[in-house]
Nanobody, 122 residues
Framework: QVQPIESGGGMVQAGDSLRLSCVAS????????VGWFRQAPGIDREFVAA????????YYTDSVKGRFTIAKDNAKTTVYLQMNSLKPEDTAIYYC???????????????WGQGTQVTVSS
């Protein structure tokens, strides 16, 4: 079992940047894909970005392409989500998820963190 732990959320203004981090408690991400999802009040959880087990393949939802970057460190202990040019519509709780394969439907991911709040003011 893999327990992801997120950190790095906060409150920023539109146009600012934040970097979220996700670590696997007691393990590495060597054999797992890692995804970031977000959920705003009253909206279903949505896919944001994902990276495969090797760190060589990444996926993004259209609304964050060119602004967000997902990366895995060389030791595969941490996955980052660098968020630039943040917009008020990026406001949500961001969750790190771990799975054997990348899926855009959150219901297909097995392990979840507790989430970290990102708030972007205009």
């Amino acid at each position: 079992q893999v327990q992801p732990i997120e950190s790095g959320g906060g409150m920023v203004q539109a146009g600012d940047s934040l970097r979220l981090s996700c670590v696997a408690s007691g393990r590495t991400f060597s054999h797992y894909a890692v995804g970031w999802f977000r959920q705003a009040p009253g909206i279903d959880r949505e896919f944001v970005a994902a990276i495969d087990w090797s760190g060589s393949t990444t996926y993004y939802t259209d609304s964050v392409k060119g602004r967000f970057t997902i990366a895995k460190d060389n030791a595969k202990t941490t996955v980052y989500l660098q968020m630039n040019s943040l917009k008020p519509e990026d406001t949500a709780i961001y969750y790190c998820a771990v799975n054997r394969e990348i899926r855009t439907d959150y219901r297909n991911w097995n392990y979840w963190g507790q989430g970290t709040q990102v708030t972007v003011s205009s």
